[in-house]
């Protein structure tokens, strides 16, 4: 091997990145010879990595978020721990338990985010995955329909007021279904805003605003109002 200028008897102080072998050679100075040790090799490790995990997700309030997954470390001593950790907004935790490269979360109420970290078993250190959010959507709520008077004379007017659902993403279909005289309930697709007139009024009607969550976070119905025309 090559010699290192300036060693006594304990070497290297560098640090490595590569795998070496040592031995110490002693010369005599009054012309007695030389002699080696026994070599001594170093194995260096390749660096500790660790992939990412799955993607982000995005789901409805109360619902369960696909299976969370991660290929797992590479390098160092091959031999690894795993503990998977959760962030709801206060700070890194562990989840109890959850111990090996893949984790499926239960049923989310709030925005959640999850990283796995691996501890080298031959202490060659430890990784925090990259942290994967779940974005819980706020909890679809229905709307709610009123109107000016809901007792009224044959041939007068009353107006309908509606508020339309929130939550979800937001882009949510609204539907107006309307029952006359207790005839069966209809969707009217020309009611699309939230106030409309019946001018004159001669029968009763029964009224309501279905709200569907183009996200797919469900369907949700304001209660009925009843309107009777005397």
Known sequence: GNPI????????????ENTASF??????????????SNGVTVEVYAPLELD???ADQTICFGTV???????????????????WQQN?????????????????????TTTTEYRIVVTDDAGCGTLNGASNTVTVLSNLEPGSVTASTVELCYLDDFTVS???AMGADGDITNTWYVQLDGDGFAA????????????????????????????????VYSDTLHVEVL
């Open 52 to 54: 990412p995990s799955m």
């Open 23 to 36: 031995s110490l050679t002693a010369n005599s100075t009054e012309g007695c010879g030389t002699v080696n």
């Open 188 to 219: 009217d697709d020309g009611l699309t805003g939230t106030t409309w007139t019946v001018d004159p009024a001669t029968v009763d009607h029964d009224i309501f605003i279905e709200s569907v969550s183009n996200f797919g976070c469900g369907t």
């Open 162 to 164: 509606g508020t339309f």
């Open 88 to 108: 709801t907004g206060s700070g890194w935790s562990a989840i109890s338990g959850e111990t090996t490269t893949e984790y499926q979360p239960g049923s989310l």
């Open 65 to 83: 978020p696909k299976h969370i997954t991660n290929a797992g470390a590479a390098g160092a001593s091959e031999s690894y721990s795993y503990q």
């Open 5 to 16: 200028d300036g060693a006594g008897t304990s070497q290297p102080s560098d640090f490595l």
